[in-house]
């Protein structure tokens, strides 16, 4: 039973690309999280997804930042015309329902902006 | 809001000694539940245990316990008979709010295991 696949692991860019990281979470889980780590500190929540639904996107930043997880295929965070503070771990993690299911998490993609 | 709390930056602890790791938080749900990650240095995130709000057993899994002291709002974890493998993040986490909608973490405590 694969867990959570994030890729890719790493991916630079330059400033004003565009970065998209995918998640496939885990088989049987329709909630995803996505959260995003400096270094040293710990894991902030950025957005809730279920399948074609956004339910909670309150630590989305209001620009540039986009997350989707459509009916089928991997989820998506999209990180347009980033800038050096975009640098970060970026987690996906999944979990079958919203009771007592801990998030069960990808490997993470780390992001530098150069 | 929901508010998690770990006061401790970093802890040191010899090995095969017990440890805990101190989390409060806060929160006006009645319904709510506590989480243990572990992140070593490779940086992945690894679910350790979980305490659910009307649970009243402290959780136990092999070397990790749960102590929950609900009326003190508080979820520390306790190593026992710690091993160098233990040296790594251990970060506290809440699942609550409308629909159990919210899940958050605390700052983390860094873990350092002395042979």
């Known amino acids: 039973n694969a867990g959570v696949m994030q890729n890719p692991r790493h991916l630079v860019r330059r400033r004003g690309q565009e970065a998209r990281l995918r998640c496939s979470p885990m088989?049987?889980?329709?909630?995803v999280y996505w959260y995003r780590q400096l270094p040293e500190e710990g894991l902030k929540f950025m957005v809730y997804l279920q399948k074609e639904n956004i339910i909670d996107e309150s630590g989305m930043p209001k620009e540039r930042f986009s997350a989707e997880f459509p009916k089928e295929g991997p989820s998506i965070l999209r990180i347009q015309q980033v800038v050096r503070g975009d640098s970060a771990a970026y987690f996906c993690?999944?979990?079958?329902?919203?009771?007592?299911?801990?998030?069960?998490f990808g490997n993470g993609t780390r992001l530098t902006v150069t | 809001a929901q508010k998690i709390t770990q006061t401790q930056p970093g802890m040191f602890v010899q090995e095969k000694e017990a440890v805990t790791l101190d989390c409060t938080y806060d929160?006006?749900?009645?319904?709510?539940?506590l989480f243990w990650y572990k992140q070593p240095s490779s940086g992945e995130m690894i679910f350790l245990i979980y305490?659910?709000?009307?649970?009243?057993q402290n959780a136990t899994e092999g070397r990790y316990s749960l102590n929950f002291q609900k009326a003190r709002k508080s979820a520390n974890l306790v190593i026992s008979a710690s091993q160098l493998g233990d040296s790594a993040m251990y970060f506290c986490a809440m699942r609550g709010g409308y629909n159990f909608n919210k899940f958050y973490f605390g700052s983390g405590t860094k873990l350092n295991v002395k042979p």
């Open positions: 993690a999944s979990s079958p329902d919203r009771g007592r299911s801990p998030l069960h």
């Open positions: 929160t006006s749900d009645q319904s709510y539940g």
């Open positions: 305490q659910g709000s009307y649970d009243e």
């Open positions: 088989k049987g889980h329709s909630h």
